[in-house]
């Protein structure tokens, strides 16, 4: 029986469209975009959806302006646009023309500043969402009592989820790996050999909540500085790889100014390591660095709005995570223990940043007081609590 999970996006971008011209799903490739636009359009009368990776489709706007006057009262799809940038110019022109709501979705797997013109002739028309790989709020009503379990191994892409066994998913997330190489990096107009693309993301998952350092790294390649930079925001944008900035401040502190790096899904982070099965993850050194990864996208995809960072100072107080907002701050620390045990850095830490709302998350069944206004609690009472701001 297949399964349909509802995705957290998919009410924000219904209320969304009878206010304002069009809407931009962004998101990696496989990642449910195509479903969720297909679900929305269904309920909506007439809507046009085209695939731009289809010929078929592509041959419809061999004149656009034709085609858009043709379909001008209707709410159009167009599902890859990275693969036709040019389109956007004439995008423009039709919303300004038409003056009305929700003519368009539109959905690429790059973000707006790799998609070329997007960010420009688009300003003030259109709003931008990001899908991410299922979220573990999404799963957590369809799945098995080892949903959080499955979901940090295999990671959040629908068919490596929702594949029939480990094997399977594990198939899938390679092929995912080599699809991504090479073509669609080749295909946004990068000529990086897929080989060297490669090596640097398995480096990357190497350092998985590690700090960055791109001297190092560029040694390793055998290229500069600069061009580690180049790999990482390609990948950053891509959606695969996020870089977390370190927590800026005037405390009278030595700061770590390097900023970490995740693997933003896990399953692919376990790929990459050649990591299929939880024992194998078990007795692997990025244990707790994959547990730390989960943890942070999981929160960061719930609060989009909110600034995040991570704090380390040269006297060893750390923290995970600052999530920052107005006046508001929460700090995150992410421990796979299921008794997580806190040392002097953090509570060091703590106090450096005065903090009054501070969690510990761990793979555990119900919070509970960690003392000193700290409380230890999975991640679904986390969740829920964040759902609340």
Known sequence: MQIFIKRFLTEKIRKKLPNIPGVIILGPRQCGKSTLAKAIISEIENAVYLDLERPSDINKLTDPEAFFSLNADKLICLDEIQRVPELFPILRSVIDENRRNGQFIILGSASPDLIRQSSETLAGRVSYFELTPF???????????????????????????????????????????????????????????????????????????????????????????????????????????????????????????????????????????????????????????????????????????????????????????????????????????????????????VKDLALREVWIIAPIRESYPGGRGVTVAPLEAFIDHLSNL
């Open 135 to 349: 979220l573990f709020k999404e799963i957590s009503e369809h799945s098995s009592p080892n949903k959080l379990r499955k979901l940090w191994l295999r990671g959040g892409f629908p068919r490596s989820y929702l594949a029939l066994d480990e094997k399977e998913s594990f198939e899938w997330r390679l092929n995912f790996i080599r699809t991504f190489l090479e073509r669609d990096i080749p295909q946004l107009g990068f000529r990086i050999p897929a080989k060297t693309l490669e090596r640097f993301w398995k480096m990357c998952a190497h350092l998985h909540g590690q700090l960055l350092n791109s001297s190092k790294l560029g040694e390793s390649l055998g290229v500069s500085h600069h061009t580690v930079r180049s790999y990482s925001d390609l990948l950053e944008q891509t959606f695969v790889l996020r870089v977390l900035r370190p927590y800026e401040s005037n405390l009278k502190k030595r700061l770590i100014k390097s900023p970490k790096i995740y693997i933003r899904d896990t399953g692919l982070l376990h790929a990459l390591l050649d990591i299929e099965s939880h024992n194998e993850l078990l007795g692997h050194p990025v244990y707790g660095a994959s547990w730390e990864g989960f943890v942070i996208e999981n929160i960061l995809s719930v609060l989009p709005n909110w600034n995040a960072f991570f704090y380390r100072a040269a006297s060893g107080s750390e923290l995970d995570l600052v999530l920052e907002k107005g006046k508001r701050r929460i700090a995150v620390e992410c421990k796979v223990s299921t008794s997580p045990t806190l040392n002097r850095g953090f509570w060091n830490a």
